[in-house]
């Protein structure tokens, strides 16, 4: 079965906590894309890899992290320091000649 | 900042045509307008994309101005299933390291019975 896996798709947790998102593929695309959605708003990048081992701020970092040590896997982490980390996560993979994105279904992170 | 701008909402009656318009004024020699859809709750979902031709493909067609600065995205028969928010975006389709892929809010389409 091919394609591109995030989990979990419904995730909750307590103010103060960290958690990882994960964002798996394995059509073998060299870049993958992090956004954020919020109710009734369009999509904002949070991270973006072109390659193994390298990785580049979008336009909301503060608060996430990410790696990238091997092709297929791509995790966020949402750190205590997000203020408002309750929304939806998108994990896309970026077609190396097309430049057309697959998108996951997402992760719904709920802040109790 | 996304590169493009689009109308808010659009209304379409079923069966008719819908015709998505987004400006990109200042799109480089290179960029190619993509656009997507997403319905409510899920991933976006890739429509189409060109440089500079028309293109078409089973879901959709694109017409690009012959200055690139603008495009439409034609629906040629609307259903209630193509009621959701479609993405215009601009980049290039080989990336560097710092190509980022900007969205901007989309146009938010309902199709009407």
């Known amino acids: 079965d091919g394609g591109i896996t995030q989990s979990p798709k419904y995730l909750f947790r307590k103010e103060g906590q960290n958690v990882t998102l994960s964002c798996e593929q394995n059509?073998?695309?060299?870049?993958m894309y992090w956004y954020r959605q919020d109710p009734g708003q369009g999509l904002r990048l949070i991270y973006y890899?072109?390659?193994?081992?390298?990785?580049q701020k979008g336009d909301i970092a503060e608060g996430y992290s990410v790696s990238r040590e091997k092709k297929e896997s791509f995790p966020l982490t949402v750190t205590s320091a997000q203020k408002n980390p309750t929304a939806f996560y998108l994990c896309?993979?970026?077609?190396?000649?097309?430049?057309?994105?697959?998108f996951g279904e997402g992760s719904r992170l709920t802040v109790l | 900042d996304a590169k493009t701008t689009q109308p808010t909402s659009m209304d379409c009656a079923e069966g008719r045509a819908a015709n998505l318009p987004c400006n990109h004024s200042?799109?480089?020699?290179?960029?190619?307008v993509y656009w997507y859809r997403q319905i409510h709750s899920q991933g976006p979902q890739y429509i189409i994309h060109?440089?500079?031709n028309n293109e078409t493909n089973e879901m959709a067609s694109l017409i690009i101005t012959e200055d690139r600065k603008s495009s439409t995205l034609i629906l040629p028969h609307a259903t209630l299933r193509d009621t959701a928010v479609y993405y215009c975006?601009?980049?290039?389709?080989?990336?560097?390291?710092?190509?980022?892929?900007?969205f901007g809010p989309g146009t938010s389409l309902s199709v009407i019975p």
């Open positions: 896309a993979l970026g077609h190396l000649n097309t430049g057309e994105l697959f």
């Open positions: 975006i601009v980049s290039r389709a080989v990336k560097t390291s710092y190509d980022k892929v900007i």
């Open positions: 890899s072109q390659i193994v081992n390298d990785f």
């Open positions: 200042t799109i480089s020699g290179n960029e190619y």
């Open positions: 060109g440089l500079k």
């Open positions: 059509l073998n695309h060299d870049a």
